[in-house]
């Protein structure tokens, strides 16, 4: 079974300044993809980033960024600049094909952007 | 806009009801999938359908079950209602059977189920 772990149930951080969102996962396959969603309060799921483990660039999507440590089965979402509108939750995903199950889901990390 | 429809927004329905939550995927999407988030749980994976084909299964109670129709429009019915299964029910599409970087998940907006 896969799994994902996320150990900040909650972060806070300054307008205009970085934060990074930690995320571990478990798998035994060896092509596996990540993602992290974004969940505002208007409760829509968004899609932030994605990530092939197959690929060792680093993912970027303007102002978000991940760190992939493959050997380490870490995935960490890195947003710079942090902006008012950033306050949401988010997940980390891993799906892993095989048995396809869909994508599973860390418990999120809820971030706050204090003005 | 994800481009994924989900109906209703909201439903509230006594315990020992059924109900039926509807979805339709994004234009070209053939795969769907339903998810129901609740605060204990997170988001869980219950069940995918690609093509009016049952893909794959979560963890979904026998009291609920899922179908994709011809037009790829799905719906997930949940029946004898308990008051755990209060939660938000997700439905997400794809454009194909599998997950990818060129082929991820849309979500749509969620319906929100109370039972009382």
């Known amino acids: 079974a896969q799994t994902v772990t996320q150990s900040q149930p909650e972060m806070s951080v300054q307008e205009a300044e970085t934060v990074t969102l930690s995320c571990t996962y478990d798998?035994?396959?060896?092509?596996?993809?990540l993602f992290w969603y974004k969940q505002p309060p208007s409760r829509q799921m968004i899609l932030v980033i994605r990530?092939?483990?197959?690929?060792?660039q680093n993912a970027t999507e303007n102002r978000f960024s991940v760190n992939f440590q493959k050997a380490a089965k870490s995935f960490s979402l890195k947003i710079s600049d942090s902006q008012l509108g950033d306050a949401a939750m988010y997940f980390c995903?891993?799906?892993?094909?095989?048995?396809?199950?869909?994508?599973?889901f860390g418990k999120g990390t809820h971030l706050i952007i204090q003005p | 806009d994800s481009g994924v429809t989900q109906t209703p927004k909201h439903l509230i329905t006594a315990t020992g009801q059924r109900v039926t939550l509807r979805c339709s995927p994004r234009?070209?999407?053939?795969?769907v999938y339903w998810y129901q988030q609740s605060l204990d749980q997170g988001l869980q994976f219950l069940i995918q359908?690609?093509?009016?084909?049952?893909?794959a299964k979560g963890n979904i109670l026998e009291r609920f079950s899922a179908q994709q129709f011809p037009d790829l429009h799905s719906e997930l019915n949940l029946s004898s209602l308990e008051l755990g299964d209060s939660a938000l029910y997700f439905c997400?599409?794809?454009?194909?059977?599998?997950?990818?970087?060129?082929?991820?998940?849309?979500f749509g907006n969620g319906t929100r189920l109370t039972v009382t």
């Open positions: 997400a599409s794809s454009g194909t059977s599998g997950l990818g970087l060129n082929s991820p998940l849309h």
């Open positions: 798998t035994s396959e060896s092509d596996y993809y």
């Open positions: 990530q092939e483990a197959y690929k060792q």
């Open positions: 995903a891993l799906y892993s094909g095989g048995g396809a199950d869909g994508l599973t």
């Open positions: 234009s070209g999407d053939l795969s």
């Open positions: 359908y690609y093509n009016g084909e049952e893909r």
